[in-house]
């Protein structure tokens, strides 16, 4: 008991240090391991037996895992669906204009590395799913996002049902972007950017607020100052939610003088559905009249949707996803991606030692924004910033890892014919994929520890109208790293993905194209490696620092403020 209370408390106080502690104590009491089983970490946490998953090919073979033939009984009490339109995962592509690769992007050398099966190959149910995500997260999130809810589906049902959601939001990351540059002028620049001086500014805080007025912007077409008192009262309910469901006290109690922390959460998800309610009956309002929602880019696809059609979404439905749409842990997500990502352009330098100063020890080197400026060619500037982009994803992913119940025994295997391995999952225990660490798996990437701007250049330049010929001769398939599970992968990979990314580049574009300019020195040996930028000490001190330096739970950023100094370049 004792052992599980500590395993627990270590894993959440830092994920990334109680994994690299564990790995390094089974590589010292078993140096015989197959190399699956080092890369695999048995725990026990939140009383569940666990396997925490470091490999790039192991987290791959289970997102992308795909049951076999559905039971006919279970396709047809989905009615009138054809379920085989919805076979192909679209989530995928890294977007028009950013691949022509598939999202896994992997060349069928390395997609071959490892694959799953049954450990039972005679059981009935060898076709079903043998990963589940309800069961593993339905402890912590159904009380907390109750209702239809992608996150909480598995199998055909959740095909289906997102298959509808895409089709609703496929155009939201292009309708959005004058939107998004606009909330950025007016909330970020024109709040922050004022005079000649430049201005010092806690960067994730900072972010943190412009995220807020972009989730509430484009999906509830609500502002700060249009609607003030709204806008506040969703935030304070969003964040009230987030810490009931993370609550070290996972009670409910609640008393005229006092409520738990999970209490008060609770509580703040009835009056989120009230508010979101009265928001999702005017999306759904047949005539699309509603003023406040005439700018209001989610609501585009909804106007006028009639019962009869395939893919109408009913108001419990759309509620209970603008609650995730523009959930807090939504926001911290987004504020740290885009924290590293604005780091990454504006204060890194090529410099690796960050030294190249003049003699009043100002930095004289060029960072990638201004690199960027630099080009005129708005298509070169935009293969930049997606390349700069992937990188900063995979080594800075904000959420760092995802559950999955194992349904039946399950066999990982090993496909290199020199050393067959296989890892058993029993029944009932649970995989978890620590992006974190696939993102930087050595197996997979040189230098998986270091920031390097231009890694992801061949899947952007590739396929740019003005590729060079060299480029295209060069820079074949096999020459192009995996991209990052940043956003997860499969059929259960992120639905705003694509959103996601679209808000880091128009903020960035944003700056850019306004001369904007940061200056600022990044202090904390932690943050330096989470966005890999220099290599000062050993693996093993590198790991204490992030333990030191960053949170984790529930998504991954700093624990203290980023300071730099924002201001306009003199023209």
């Known amino acids: 008991m004792v052992s599980r209370l500590t395993q627990s408390f270590s894993f959440h106080s830092s994920p990334e240090s109680f994994i690299s502690a564990r790995l390094g104590e089974s590589t010292r009491s078993d140096g015989d391991a197959l190399p699956l089983a080092s890369r695999i970490v048995r725990a026990q946490i939140l009383n569940r037996e666990v396997h925490i998953v470091t490999s790039y090919h192991v987290c791959k073979a289970i997102l992308c895992h795909q049951p076999g033939a559905i039971e006919s009984v279970e396709e047809a009490s989905l009615g009138r669906f054809d379920a085989s339109k919805y076979d192909s995962e679209y989530a995928h592509v890294y977007a028009q204009g950013r691949t022509s690769i598939s999202r896994g992007g992997v060349s069928p050398q390395r997609s071959r590395k490892c694959t799953v099966h049954a450990k039972n190959r005679g059981r009935s149910d060898d076709k079903a799913n043998f990963f589940a995500a309800r069961t593993a997260y339905r402890q912590?999130?159904?009380?907390?996002?109750?209702?239809?809810?992608?996150?909480?589906?598995?199998?055909?049902?959740?095909?289906?049902?997102?298959?509808?959601?895409?089709?609703?939001?496929?155009?939201?990351?292009?309708?959005?972007?004058?939107?998004?540059?606009?909330?950025?002028?007016?909330?970020?620049?024109?709040?922050?950017?004022?005079?000649?001086?430049?201005?010092e500014v806690d960067l994730y805080a900072s972010l943190k607020s412009l995220v807020w007025d972009i989730l509430f912007g484009v999906f509830l077409s609500i502002s700060r100052d249009g609607n003030g008192r709204k806008f506040k009262q969703l935030e304070e309910l969003q964040e009230a939610l987030l810490r009931g469901q993370f609550s070290t006290f996972p009670v409910s109690i609640s008393t005229p003088l006092w409520s738990s922390t999970r209490s008060r959460g609770l509580q703040a998800v009835e009056e989120l559905e009230k508010s979101l309610a009265t928001i999702a009956r005017d999306v759904l309002a047949s005539n699309g009249t509603s003023r406040s929602f005439n700018a209001c880019p989610f609501s585009e696809q909804f106007r006028g949707t009639s019962l009869s059609s395939d893919d109408y979404l009913d108001t419990e439905d759309i509620v209970s996803h603008l609650r995730l749409f523009t959930s807090s842990i939504a926001n911290k997500a987004l504020a740290s991606l885009l924290t590293a990502f604005i780091l990454n352009l504006f204060v890194w330098r090529p410099s690796s030692s960050m030294t190249n100063t003049d003699e009043q020890g100002s930095d004289t080197s060029v960072s990638l924004a201004e690199l960027i400026r630099s080009y005129s060619d708005p298509q070169k500037r935009d293969v930049m910033l997606n390349a700069v982009l992937a990188e900063t994803e995979r080594l800075s992913p904000p959420v760092v890892g995802v559950m999955r119940r194992v349904q039946q025994d399950v066999l990982i295997s090993s496909a290199d014919r020199d050393q067959p391995d296989e890892y058993e999952i029993p029944e009932g225990q649970d995989a978890w994929l620590y992006l974190s660490g696939a993102n930087r798996d050595p197996d997979v990437y040189d230098r998986a520890g270091d920031f390097v701007w231009d890694r992801f250049l061949p899947f952007y330049s590739s396929s740019s109208n003005d590729a060079t010929r060299a480029n295209a001769d060069c820079l074949g398939t096999d020459f192009r790293p995996p991209l990052p599970f940043t956003f997860g992968d499969g059929v259960k990979s992120c639905l705003g993905a694509e959103f996601s990314r679209q808000v880091c580049l128009t903020v960035a574009k944003t700056l850019v194209d306004e001369s904007i300019m940061m200056t600022g020195r990044i202090e904390e040996g932690g943050v330096i490696s989470w966005l890999g930028w220099e290599r000062r000490t050993s693996r093993k001190d590198e790991v204490q620092l992030m333990a030191r330096d960053l949170k984790q739970l529930p998504t991954q950023r700093p624990r203290r403020a980023i300071k730099v100094q924002i201001g306009r370049l003199n023209m």
Do not use: C, Y
């Open 140 to 199: 912590f999130m159904g009380d907390f996002f109750p209702g239809s809810n992608l996150l909480l589906e598995d199998g055909l049902a959740h095909k289906i049902h997102k298959a509808k959601w895409r089709t609703r939001l496929d155009h939201l990351p292009q309708s959005s972007v004058s939107l998004i540059r606009q909330i950025t002028e007016s909330r970020f620049l024109d709040q922050l950017v004022r005079g000649r001086n430049p201005q």
